[in-house]
C-alpha cells in the first residue's frame, strides 16, 4: 500500500525547488492511503531516485536543527487557558462540592423506587424475601460501583476524562482504529498524548495493536461497541429523570386525597418541564445550588435508616458494616418491611415518620431533580465528545462557565430529551415498566465499559493476562446474569431503551460513515502539485489583495474545491490559508501546540496551510475577528522563524545545500513518493535537545558574519509587506457547499444511507460559517458533488 504524502516547512530544498518551479513539500506518515491518481494531475510524473542515496548520507550527517513542530506550534494567548492552570485548594474544594450534587444524585435518589419496583409484582411472603432483595441490592452496590468503578474503571481514564467516548479516544492514541484517516505524526508530539513505555507485556500488545489496525471489520466492531454504549447513556438521560421526578412525586398519592396517576403524571410533567428549562444557566450554577440540599438528602437518608434499624434490631447485627446513607437507607427500609409487608408500593414514604413527610417530599424532589441533572449534563458530553470524533452532526453548543471548561449546554438535545421525557410520562403513567427500561440501559452500559476497559487493560495498561481476564470474567459474569433477568422485561417497556439506542445509534453510524466516505472521495480528487506549477504564481487567474480562508477537511493535498473556487471566480486572493479544523483523539490541546504551519507551493505563490487540532473537550472561539487576528500573528512568526531556522543552516550547511540545491534545480518537479524519505521529522525524543539548542541560537546577539539577518532578508520583508497589505484588505471565508451522493454502482442501501439519510443530517446541521459566525458578506460558497 501506498504511504501518505504529508506537507511540510521544510525549509532545506525551498529555495531550489522555488527557483526551479518546485512543488510543495511534504514527508512520509503512514496514516492515509490514496492508490488512485488525482484527477487534477496532468501526468508525466518522472521518479528521480540517482544520487539520493549520498545526499540522505549528507543529510543524516547534518548536525540538529530546530524541529519544524516547534517552528509551527505558536503559542496564542487568550484562545486558552483555564485547563492548564493547576487549580487551588478551595477550587478543587469547591469542584468536589459541587459533584455531589452532579455525580451523586443518581445513587442517591434510587431508594425512593428500588424496592417499590422488586415488589411490585412480587407478593412478600416471608423475611427470607425482604432479606434476599436487600443482600441483592448490598452486594451490587459493592461489588459494581465500588470495586469496578472505583478501584478499576477510573484509573482508565483519558487524562482525566471518563465514559466511553473517552476509553475510546485513549485506545485511538495507541491503535489507529478511527475510520476517519486524518491522523498525522504530529498529533503524537501533543504533551498530553503520553503513549506508555514497553513492558513485558508489550509484544502481546503490539499483536492486538496490529489485529485492530489492519482489520476493518475489527475497527467497525469497536465503534459499534462504543457507540451503543453512547447511546444506551443518552436513553439513560430520558429515563432517569422520568423515574426519578416520578417516584418523588408518587409519595402525594397516599398524602393528598384525589391525587391520582392523572394528577401524578402533570405534576411530573411540570417538574420535568422547569428541569430542563434551566439547563441554558449551566452545570456550574446547578451544582452550587443544589449540592447543599443533596447533603441534607443524604443525612435524611441515613436518619430514616437508622430509624427504621433502630425499631427492628435484627437487621443492625446481619449488616452492621454498612454505614454510608444509601445502604443505610436500604437497610431501614428491609426493617420497616420486614414489619409491614403491605407497604411495598409505597415503601419510602411509608417508612419516613409522619412529622416529617413534607420536609422528606420536598428534599426527595430536589434530589431527583439533581439526579436526572446528572444524566442530562453526562448527554451533553457523550454528544460533544461523539461530535469531535466524527460520530455526530455538528450541533450548537453552547459554553455556560466563562471559568470552568467542560460545562455545556446543546440546546437541540436539551429540548428533545425533555419531549422524550415527556412522552415517556404520559405513556407509561407508572415508575414500574419504566424501571424495567432503565435496567435494560444501565446494564447494556455496564457491558460496554467492561469490554472497554478489557481492551484497554491488554493494550494500553499491558497487565498481566491472567489479571485482565479475571476482570471480564468476574464482572462480565454478574452483568449479564443480570441482563438475563431484564431482558426477560422486553414486553413490559424494556423495549424502550432499544429503540432509543438503536435511533442514536444509526444517526451516529450514518454520519461516521458519510463522513468517512466523504473524506476518502476528497483525498481521491485532490489537486496534483504538477497542476498547480503548470499554473504558476497567478493561479492562472488574476491575484488581488486580500486573504482568502479555504475550509476543507484535509490535513495535507490541495482539495478540489480549490479549483472550483479558480474556475468561478474572476479574481483569487494574494494569500490563500488552508484551514483545517481537527479533532485529535486527547481531551485537550496545549495552546503552544494547536497550531501547525506549512508551506504549500514555493514562496511567490503566498499559500499556506494551517492545521488547528482541538481535543474533544477544548473551547473553540466563536469569534471570527480573533481568529483572524491570531491567525495573521501566528503566521507572521512561522514566517519570521522560518526565515530564522533557513539562515541559519544556509551558514552553517552551505556546501552541502548547494550541492542539493543543484540536484533540485536540474530535477524540476518531483514526485511525492521520490522525495519524501528526505524529509521525515525527527524524533520526538530529541525535541528536548533541539529546543535547548534553539533558546541558545536565540540568545546569541548575532548570526556569523556570513549569515543575512533576518530583518534584512528581502525575500522576508517582501512577504511581510505583502501579507500586511492582503489582511489590511480584509478576510474572506471560502467554503465549499458539498453534496454527497452514492454512485450509480452503489448497493441499494448505500445509496438510501447516503443519499437520503446522511444527506439530511448534513443539510439540517450546522456549517463551518455558522460555527464561526462569520458575516454573510465575508463567506463565498461554490458547489461541490462528492461521488462515494
Request: aromatic letters at 10%; a negative charge.
Amino acid at each position: 500500500m501506498k504511504e501518505e504524502i504529508e506537507e511540510s516547512s521544510s525549509v532545506r530544498l525551498l529555495r531550489s525547488t522555488s527557483s526551479s518551479g518546485g512543488g510543495e513539500s511534504r514527508w512520509v506518515d503512514g496514516s492515509e492511503v490514496d492508490s488512485e491518481s488525482p484527477p487534477w494531475s496532468l501526468g508525466g510524473d518522472q521518479d528521480i531516485r540517482e544520487g539520493y542515496g549520498s545526499i540522505r548520507r549528507r543529510l543524516v550527517k547534518k548536525p540538529k536543527r530546530v524541529d519544524s513542530f516547534d517552528v509551527e506550534a505558536m503559542e496564542i494567548a487568550g484562545a486558552h487557558g483555564n485547563h492548564e492552570k493547576d487549580a487551588s485548594l478551595w477550587q478543587t474544594l469547591a469542584l468536589a462540592f459541587q459533584t455531589l450534587g452532579v455525580v451523586y444524585g443518581d445513587m442517591g435518589t434510587s431508594p425512593l423506587y428500588v424496592f417499590s419496583d422488586v415488589f411490585s409484582k412480587v407478593t412478600i411472603t416471608s423475611e427470607v424475601d425482604v432479606l434476599g432483595a436487600l443482600s441483592l441490592v448490598m452486594y451490587t452496590i459493592a461489588l459494581i460501583p465500588l470495586m469496578k468503578y472505583v478501584f478499576i474503571v477510573l484509573k482508565a481514564n483519558d487524562n482525566g476524562e471518563g465514559g466511553t467516548f473517552a476509553l475510546y479516544s485513549l485506545i485511538c492514541r495507541y491503535a489507529k482504529v478511527n475510520l476517519l484517516p486524518n491522523r498525522q505524526q504530529a498529533d503524537e508530539y501533543i504533551s498530553s498524548f503520553k503513549l506508555k513505555l514497553p513492558t513485558p507485556e508489550l509484544e502481546r500488545a503490539l499483536n492486538i495493536k496490529d489485529a485492530l489496525e489492519h482489520k476493518s471489520l475489527l475497527k467497525t466492531i469497536l465503534l459499534l461497541l462504543v457507540l451503543t454504549g453512547t447511546s444506551m447513556v443518552i436513553g439513560d438521560g430520558i429515563l432517569t429523570p422520568a423515574i426519578s421526578v416520578m417516584s418523588a412525586v408518587s409519595g402525594l398519592q397516599g398524602e393528598i386525597k384525589g391525587f391520582g396517576t392523572g394528577a401524578l403524571v402533570i405534576t411530573s410533567i411540570i417538574i420535568l418541564i422547569a428541569l430542563f428549562s434551566i439547563q441554558r444557566f449551566g452545570t456550574s450554577k446547578v451544582g452550587v445550588t443544589f449540592a447543599p440540599a443533596l447533603s441534607l438528602w443524604f443525612f435524611s437518608l441515613g436518619s430514616i435508616g437508622l430509624y427504621n434499624l433502630i425499631t427492628s434490631r435484627s437487621y443492625v447485627c446481619r449488616f452492621r458494616a454498612f454505614l454510608c446513607a444509601v445502604d443505610t437507607a436500604y437497610m431501614g427500609q428491609a426493617a420497616y418491611l420486614s414489619r409491614h409487608p403491605d407497604s411495598a408500593n409505597r415503601i419510602f414514604y411509608n417508612s419516613v415518620p409522619e412529622s416529617l413527610f413534607w420536609p422528606v417530599f420536598v428534599l426527595a424532589t430536589i434530589a431527583a431533580i439533581i439526579a436526572s441533572q446528572a444524566m442530562i449534563s453526562a448527554s451533553f458530553s457523550c454528544i460533544k465528545q461523539s461530535m469531535a470524533l466524527g460520530c455526530f452532526p455538528r450541533l450548537k453548543i453552547v459554553h455556560t462557565s466563562r471559568k470552568l471548561m467542560g460545562q455545556i449546554y446543546i440546546p437541540v438535545i436539551n429540548w428533545f430529551l425533555m419531549i422524550m421525557c415527556i412522552l415517556v410520562v404520559a405513556a407509561f403513567r407508572s415508575t414500574t415498566d419504566i424501571a424495567n427500561a432503565y435496567g435494560i440501559a444501565e446494564v447494556g452500559v455496564m457491558i460496554v465499559s467492561t469490554s472497554l476497559v478489557t481492551l484497554v487493560m491488554l493494550l494500553i495498561w499491558q497487565t498481566n493476562l491472567f489479571l485482565a481476564l479475571c476482570f471480564p470474567l468476574v464482572f462480565g459474569t454478574v452483568e449479564l446474569i443480570y441482563l438475563s433477568a431484564v431482558l426477560s422485561k422486553i414486553m413490559e417497556g424494556g423495549w424502550l431503551p432499544l429503540v432509543f439506542a438503536t435511533f442514536f445509534l444509526c444517526i451516529m453510524y450514518t454520519w461516521n460513515y458519510g463522513s468517512v466516505l466523504k473524506y476518502q472521495s476528497e483525498v481521491r480528487e485532490k489537486i496534483s502539485m504538477d497542476f498547480m506549477l503548470e499554473l504558476g504564481s497567478t493561479l492562472g487567474t488574476v491575484r488581488v489583495p486580500g486573504v482568502g480562508l479555504l475550509y476543507n477537511e484535509l490535513v495535507q493535498g490541495i482539495p478540489s474545491v480549490f479549483g472550483r473556487f479558480l474556475l468561478e471566480l474572476p479574481a483569487i486572493h494574494s494569500t490563500i490559508v488552508f484551514v483545517c479544523i481537527k479533532y485529535v483523539p486527547v481531551p485537550v490541546v496545549p495552546q503552544d501546540e494547536r497550531f501547525l504551519f506549512r508551506r504549500v507551493c514555493p514562496k511567490d505563490y503566498h499559500m499556506f496551510r494551517c492545521v488547528a487540532r482541538y481535543g474533544y473537550k477544548d473551547v473553540r472561539k466563536d469569534d471570527h475577528n480573533a481568529f483572524e487576528q491570531l491567525l495573521v500573528e501566528s503566521l507572521e512568526k512561522f514566517l519570521r522563524k522560518e526565515a530564522q531556522e533557513f539562515a541559519l543552516e544556509s551558514s552553517l550547511q552551505e556546501p552541502e545545500f548547494d550541492s542539493i540545491s543543484m540536484m533540485s534545480r536540474e530535477s524540476g518537479p518531483q514526485d511525492g513518493d521520490g522525495i519524501g524519505e528526505l524529509r521525515i521529522p525527527l524524533m520526538h525524543d530529541q525535541r528536548l535537545e533541539e529546543e535547548e539548542t534553539l533558546s541558545s541560537q536565540e540568545s546569541v546577539p548575532a548570526l556569523p558574519a556570513s549569515v543575512m539577518s533576518v530583518d534584512e532578508d528581502p525575500s522576508l520583508e517582501y512577504e511581510l509587506s505583502d501579507l500586511k497589505e492582503a489582511t489590511d484588505s480584509g478576510f474572506t471565508y471560502l467554503i465549499g457547499h458539498g453534496d454527497v451522493r452514492a454512485k450509480k454502482s452503489s448497493w441499494f442501501i448505500k445509496k438510501l444511507v447516503i443519499n437520503y439519510f446522511y444527506g439530511f443530517l448534513r443539510r439540517n446541521c450546522r456549517g463551518g460559517a455558522a460555527t464561526m459566525r462569520v458575516p454573510h458578506t465575508n463567506i463565498m460558497q461554490v458547489g461541490m458533488t462528492y461521488m462515494v
